[in-house]
């Protein structure tokens, strides 16, 4: 799956460039149902690879674009809330199917019935198509971006999903107007300069917001959740209390329950302190973990070599140093959960410009799948031959993470999509912030106040009020 989601997400801009943003996810959609009926119907290995790799298409363009498609609908106040709203959605999923897939378990008779059928493993494969066909049918309802219509020249249709997200269906009110203007400015600039293709990426101006993107996703890989995620069973068999099954569920909730403050706050505390702080924190609990285990825990082998994924386990008579790793293992999640989980997939989607936004994201989102894909292959090793040590990597990989994000990503927080050109040109190191407010509140201000005139398209094909402007222009009184 890993693989189908890199290819995927690499594939993701031709459709989203193309056929729109809504069509590229009702695309993925389809990818999603014929794969998940492929593995539920599966006779065999090969046939259950291609319903992964089918599948995996599908991740692939949905976590590029719908990201992409949240970032251009969402008002800048609360940009980072709606785009946060994936991450949620994927702990949600990864939850529902964690109880789908215990409760399937028990079906003929338990797991530990020789005879038992395929049913445990048809059901949970097979369930997955009803959130496939739910997306399918949704989409039909949303509108598509207004950013991609204005690439298209499709003003008219522009400026009216503009007007009914942002204005209540008024065509005539500032914060529309203001906003059309913005997009129409930014996209005459980017046309000047004759680069939306993959070309346009290499421009260094852009080159460096693609590195960042691509490492953003890449650091959120290497931070070790998704390790936490995979091998929280194993891992839990390490510390010899209580039962692992029980013990992974309740981190699967805490995911749920603490990507719930960034949601709400991401958009007041800012990108910025949410990815340094999040580094720092899960830097300092591996590094705690690997100490207990490294102080507490001793060799342990078993006939089945690596394949068994443990080769460490605490000794016995030190309960509370593996109740001490449990809870750490918590608060890892916790800590991910609040800052990295949605930032992770806020930052990338908002920083590059309107004509190459989409094959921008689709690198930084191959970045992610292919480290996913990576760390697939290399932890059971790690696990088996490093065993404690693992965490100090880690560790040191969110080490390397703060001090990257610390130079390179500035705030983004409170700005409009057009205004980032601004915030990464402006030669002003990341550190020392960015000054506040935004360009399009002053706009608004403006056009509000009737000291700007803000030209909008004639609607002739829709059949909508012209608005009151012709031509962009500042009344004679502001002069």
Request: hydrophobic share 45%.
């Amino acid at each position: 799956m890993p693989l189908g989601s890199f290819l995927g997400a690499l594939c993701s801009s031709f459709l989203a460039d193309k056929y729109s943003r809504k069509t590229a996810i009702q695309v993925a959609s389809i990818f999603w149902i014929v794969g998940s009926a492929l593995q539920a119907a599966a006779d065999g290995i090969p046939i259950l690879v291609i319903g992964r790799f089918v599948a995996g298409i599908c991740v692939g363009i949905a976590s590029s674009i719908v990201p992409v498609y949240q970032a251009e609908i969402a008002p800048k106040e609360i940009r980072g809330r709606v785009v946060s709203l994936q991450q949620w959605a994927i702990t949600w999923g990864i939850l529902i199917q964690y109880f789908i897939q215990v409760g399937a378990s028990f079906t003929g008779g338990g797991p530990d019935n020789p005879e038992q059928g395929s049913a445990a493993f048809r059901i949970p494969w097979g369930v997955q198509i009803v959130p496939g066909a739910i997306l399918f049918v949704g989409m039909t309802f949303f509108p598509k971006s207004p950013r991609w219509l204005a690439t298209k020249d499709r003003w008219e249709e522009a400026i009216m999903v503009l007007a009914n997200l942002h204005g209540n269906g008024d065509v005539n009110h500032p914060k529309v107007l203001a906003e059309y203007q913005e997009i129409e400015e930014a996209l005459r600039f980017e046309r000047e300069e004759a680069k939306s293709d993959f070309k346009a990426l290499m421009e260094p101006r852009i080159f460096k917001r693609v590195i960042l993107g691509m490492s953003i996703q890449m650091w959120s890989q290497l931070s070790g959740m998704n390790v936490m995620m995979y091998y929280i069973v194993y891992i839990m068999e390490t510390t010899g209390t209580g039962s692992p099954v029980l013990q992974a569920s309740i981190q699967y909730v805490l995911n749920v329950l603490l990507t719930l403050p960034a949601i709400l706050y991401l958009d007041k505390w800012g990108r910025r302190p949410s990815l340094l702080l999040g580094s720092f924190g899960m830097m300092s609990l591996l590094l705690i973990v690997g100490a207990l285990e490294a102080l507490y825990g001793e060799p342990y082998y078993t006939s089945k070599g690596p394949l068994s994924a443990l080769s460490w386990k605490l000794q016995d008579g030190h309960d509370d140093a593996g109740k001490a790793i449990i809870a750490l293992s918590y608060l890892f999640v916790c800590t991910f959960a609040v800052t990295w989980g949605p930032t992770s997939w806020t930052y990338p989607s908002e920083i590059f410009p309107t004509q190459v936004r989409a094959k921008a994201v689709s690198l930084a989102t191959a970045s992610n799948w292919l480290w996913n894909c990576a760390l697939a292959f290399a932890v059971p090793p790690l696990l088996w031959y490093i065993n404690w040590r693992m965490y100090v990597v880690f560790a040191a990989f969110n080490g390397a993470a703060f001090v990257h994000m610390f130079l390179t990503a500035p705030e983004t927080k409170g700005k409009t999509l057009e205004e980032m050109n601004d915030v990464f040109d402006s030669g002003r190191p990341a550190w020392k912030g960015v000054p506040k407010g935004s360009r399009l509140d002053a706009l608004q201000q403006e056009i509000a106040d009737g000291n700007l005139k803000v030209a909008g398209p004639t609607f002739t094909s829709l059949e909508k009020e012209e608005p009151r402007f012709s031509h962009s222009e500042r009344s004679a009184d502001s002069v």
